[in-house]
């Protein structure tokens, strides 16, 4: 992989690079970055519309609470444990064979779902999406390093990013209203049908950026003066060079024992951490501790998501406006996950408030904070060593979706052991404090990991 440069380099190279064409530079790139957005909004929804699905199921299946909370937590089981082998996947056979299995066959998974009649088979299905979710976001991560110069970076992880909340936030009242009128089936065959026919146009429309015909020579350069990957031939062997020279397993601890890699992983799982609030217990702290109505939930609880979205959009943004003004990497990527992370914190001011809406009001706050620090993947982008983007992104992501593991355990043990969320909400607040505070003094410089031997 090329060596990122800064981006007063890349803006003096870009001209020299523009001159080999007239032509004003195409637009290519943000037709890739939308097949990202639109798999990323699939991707949450497959992975979430079994809480929705819950209350008639349940019924139906004749599944008790302690089951169904097992079913929630396969997903995030399987879906950890298949980062690494994900990652290696990802780096033996490139971007568009990964995302076009992965996509096809979580959404088989998912439409399977709705053919279930027992909790056996429901178990294997989630299993098996957890499974084949797990190469997404690092090949989301390899294809914006393919296709995006380091000082656009942040803005497209964050573009595709936005698909997690965007997705949950409007699409989650049609899902109800199609469950009220055709049952709850009828979500797993439209989400997964809509997931197998998307997995069909990423095949037919991805291409690497000297294949792709839209994207001419202007834009070529411009993406390769900002240290993007410009031709099949160098991604693939970026991409087999691990599994060229032989990929050890001690690789992973080599990575681990440098300060980017650990620091980042740490900061991305306390990010995550509330992120998992407000996917698993959100409507149930609205409900029990604020002893809202259900319709009311239902208007509150897609406040926070808007608000995220917007969070995910401005971090982005914000950290590539600073790169452009010549702020160092260090600054231009760290400055907004840290701000927002340490605002993440004030979630716990929550309970210290009795009116309703100034409690959505912290909530959205705190997960608006969320999304300007959900640019860990950006980081990844501009850390990883040659030929090893999916494995080190195989880590990062495991490190993170432990948090799908570990939040709501730890949430469920101080709701049932003290009958409240105040000590929960302490909780979020902490984790988001250490995450900070790992930026601030365990990652270090951006740099490229360099291994060796």
């Avoid at 064979?97 to 056996?120: E, K, N, P, R």
């Avoid at 306390?270 to 939930?297: C, D, Q």
Wanted: proline share 4%.
């Amino acid at each position: 992989m090329q060596q990122p440069i800064p981006s007063a380099q890349a803006d003096a190279a870009t001209p020299k690079s523009a001159a080999v064409s007239t032509a004003r530079r195409s637009k290519a790139r943000y037709q890739i970055l939308a097949l990202l957005a639109v798999g990323t909004m699939i991707n949450y929804l497959d992975r979430t519309v079994l809480g929705i699905a819950a209350p008639q199921l349940t019924k139906e299946l004749g599944i008790n609470a302690a089951l169904m909370g097992l079913l929630f937590s396969v997903f995030s089981w399987s879906y950890v444990a298949s980062q690494i082998p994900g990652g290696l996947f990802l780096d033996r056979f490139g971007s568009k064979l990964t995302y076009f299995l992965s996509m096809t066959f979580w959404s088989l998974c998912t439409l399977a779902q709705g053919l279930v009649h027992g909790i056996g088979a429901l178990f294997a299905f989630r299993l098996g999406l957890g499974v084949s979710e797990a190469p997404c976001f690092p090949t989301n991560s390899r294809v914006v390093a393919t296709w995006f110069p380091q000082s656009e970076r942040a803005m497209a992880t964050g573009t595709y990013t936005v698909g997690e909340y965007i997705g949950l936030a409007f699409f989650s009242p049609f899902l109800f209203m199609l469950m009220g009128a055709f049952g709850w089936r009828s979500l797993f065959y439209v989400v997964g049908g809509v997931g197998i026919v998307f997995g069909g146009i990423w095949w037919m429309f991805y291409r690497e950026p000297r294949d792709h015909p839209s994207a001419n020579q202007a834009e070529l350069a411009y993406i390769e003066a900002g240290g993007g990957l410009t031709s099949a031939k160098k991604v693939a062997d970026a991409a087999g060079g691990a599994a060229k020279s032989g990929f050890e397993w001690r690789t992973i601890g080599r990575l681990l024992k440098h300060r980017q890699l650990a620091g980042i992983c740490l900061g991305q799982f306390a990010g995550n951490s509330t992120l998992v609030f407000f996917l698993t217990w959100f409507p149930t702290y609205l409900a029990t501790e604020r002893h809202m109505a259900w319709l009311k939930i239902g208007f509150f609880a897609i406040m926070p998501f808007i608000a995220a979205s917007i969070g995910v959009m401005f971090g982005g943004f914000f950290s590539d406006w600073l790169l452009r003004r010549g702020k160092s990497a260090n600054v231009a990527r760290k400055l907004p996950i840290i701000a927002g992370l340490l605002l993440a914190s004030t979630i716990v001011l929550a309970n210290y408030v009795e009116s309703n809406v100034a409690v959505i009001a912290i909530l959205s706050v705190a997960f608006f904070a969320q999304g300007m620090a959900a640019l860990g993947w950006t980081l990844v982008s501009d850390i990883a060593p040659e030929g090893l983007l999916g494995v080190t992104g195989g880590i990062f992501n495991f490190a993170a979706n432990l948090a799908g593991i570990v939040t709501p355990l730890v949430v469920g043990f101080i709701v049932a052991a003290t009958g409240s969320f105040v000590g929960a909400l302490v909780f979020i607040g902490a984790i988001a404090l250490i995450g900070a505070l790992s930026y601030i003094f365990i990652v270090g410089d951006i740099k490229r990991i360099v291994l060796v031997d």
